[in-house]
Structure formats: C-alpha cells, structure tokens
C-alpha cells in the first residue's frame, strides 16, 4: 500500500488560515469517508484531531476543519497560533481493510 | 481515563525477535480493535497491525510475514511480536486504542511509546 500524499512542509503566520491536502486513490481516501488527521508535537504521541473526514473529537478547537472532495482530503487551520506549530498526519481506510498514512507536514507558525 | 502502558526490549541484533506488550487501564478493552503504529526515527508513520477483542487479527501486508498481534483479555493486554528484525524496524512503537468500538479508522488513545533499535 502506497502512502497518502501529503506537502512535506507548509507555513503560515499567526492569525492566517492554511490548508494541508492528503491525496490518495480511490481505492482510499475516495473509496470511503473514512479520513483522520493526527498532530504531532516533537517526542510526543500523535493526537487524533479530526475522524471521518470532518468531525472533531470533544475537546479539539473548532478552528481545526477537514473536508474531502474526490481522491484529495484536506485540514484547515483558521486563526492560526504559535501551538499549531507541528506535524500534521492523514489516514485513510483502504479498500484491502487496511489503514494508510500520509507521509506528514511539517506546519510552521512565522 | 484510558491509560496504555507498553513495554519491552529497546535494543535489539539483526534476527532477533522483536516483543512488546501494552496493558490497559481505565476503560473497556472488549470490542475494540486494538492496533500497533510504528514510526521510525525523523519519519512518517506506518500501520503494523489491529487485533479485535476475540483474536482476530489484520495485518500490513507489508510485515504480514513477520508480525503477531495477540491478546490477552484476562490481563487487558496486547502484544506485538515482529521476528526477523533488520534495521529498517528500528523505530518508536505505538499501542493504539481506536476512537469508536467496532472501528480502527480513527485512533485516539495512543501508549507512551517503545523506541527499539535493531543494531549489531
């Protein structure tokens, strides 16, 4: 199974939205509505943020979004602060009952 | 709260077999399907395996050959063993604890983390 497709590195200023993409296939990402987005702080264990393409666990910001059109899923950030800087996971179920991961953003606050 | 404490071996030869073990505490162990992460040094992160609450099992085809997910629901516990180590294993190791029952598409309690290296 191949990795979802994601921008290795992305970066934007305090206050300024941005989007991460996490490309896949149709045998994943566009097969089903089964999409997460993970953060990772440095030495840290990841931290579920979003589940099935747009929902937010309880206690996550609602400045965290996600959204899918097709073969591509996406996670915005609105308002973006200094404790967003991290790094970013997709997952997607496959169609061989398996789960596959993007390769990960690096997101940079300026 | 849902607390998983994993532990094992963190330094290992070529061949050898890697172990590791993740109690958990604080909330139902049946009915959900139990997995193992894996993410090697400065990298991305890789789906091992999952494990349901009456043994069956599901596998990266990728390591299908090499790993056993097992249970133990007497102790709530999982276990990971991957044989035939190179270095391309060595890397932090996750037990995982999905988000939903029924469903490991989205993976919400994660373990501390096991860093194993594979070195001679």
């Known amino acids: 199974q191949s990795a979802l497709t994601q921008p290795a590195s992305m970066s934007g200023s305090p206050g300024q939205s941005i989007t991460i993409s996490c490309t896949g296939t149709?045998?994943?990402?566009?097969?089903?509505?089964?999409v997460s987005w993970y953060l990772q702080y440095p030495g840290k264990a990841p931290k579920l943020m979003i589940y099935?393409?747009?929902n937010r666990p309880s206690g996550v910001s609602n400045r965290f979004s996600g959204s899918k059109s097709g073969n591509t899923a996406s996670l915005t950030i609105s308002g973006l602060q200094a404790e967003d800087e991290a790094d970013y996971y997709c997952s997607s179920y496959t169609s061989s009952s398996t789960l596959v991961f993007g390769g990960g953003t690096r997101l940079t606050v300026l | 709260q849902v607390q998983l404490h994993q532990w094992g071996a963190g330094l290992l030869k070529p061949s050898e077999t890697l172990s590791l073990t993740c109690a958990v505490s604080?909330?139902?162990?049946?009915?959900?399907?139990w997995t193992w992460i894996r993410q090697p040094p400065g990298k991305g992160l890789e789906w091992i395996g999952e494990i349901n609450h009456i043994g069956g099992t599901n596998y990266n085809p990728s390591l299908k050959s090499r790993v056993t997910i097992s249970i133990d629901t007497s102790k709530n516990q999982l276990s990971l063993n991957l044989t035939s180590v190179t270095a391309a294993d060595t890397a932090v190791y996750y037990c995982?604890?999905?988000?939903?029952?029924?469903?490991?598409?989205?993976?919400?309690?994660w373990g501390q983390g096991t860093l194993v290296t594979v070195s001679s």
């Open positions: 604080g909330g139902s162990f049946s009915a959900y399907y």
């Open positions: 149709r045998s994943d990402v566009g097969a089903y509505n089964y």
């Open positions: 099935e393409v747009s």
């Open positions: 995982v604890r999905p988000f939903k029952k029924y469903s490991s598409t989205s993976l919400d309690y």
